[in-house]
């Protein structure tokens, strides 16, 4: 079955990271709540790779900062729109995303939605 992912990268506070992983873990349940196939969220351990560009040197990443990995399964590119809109009306959301109490900076956050090419 064609699959979709939203795939997410951004730079944590270090000291930021166990409120990040607590607002995961409650986003996580409500976009299962809508239907996400699965949500993941990965914090960085291996960034000093000897090839390509570690994250976060390309995400300018202060040395008190570490990178999370995230990303949201869907069946669709047409199941993720209709879980996303869903999920954007769902009041824990909403509760959230208060950009003050935000324990990362959101504008440094890269984003964008892939279609499945090969899967095992």
């Known amino acids: 079955m064609p699959k979709y992912v939203d795939g997410f990268v951004l730079p944590v506070p270090k000291k930021n990271l ?22 993941r969220e990965c ?10 560009t ?13 990178v999370v990995f995230s990303w949201i399964v869907y069946k669709s590119r047409a199941h993720r729109d209709q879980v996303n809109a869903k999920v954007m009306k769902d ?7 208060d950009e003050k109490n935000m324990p990362f900076d959101a504008k440094r956050m890269l984003y ?3 279609s499945v090419a090969v899967e095992i």
């Open 18 to 39: 166990a409120a990040y992983f607590k607002m995961a873990k409650a986003a996580s349940k409500v976009w299962r709540d809508h239907g996400a196939l699965e949500y």
């Open 43 to 52: 914090v960085g351990e291996d960034m000093k790779v000897k090839f390509g």
């Open 54 to 66: 570690p994250f976060p040197k390309q995400m300018n990443c202060k040395p008190s900062e570490t």
């Open 91 to 97: 009041p824990r959301i909403a509760e959230m995303c």
């Open 112 to 114: 964008g939605g892939f």
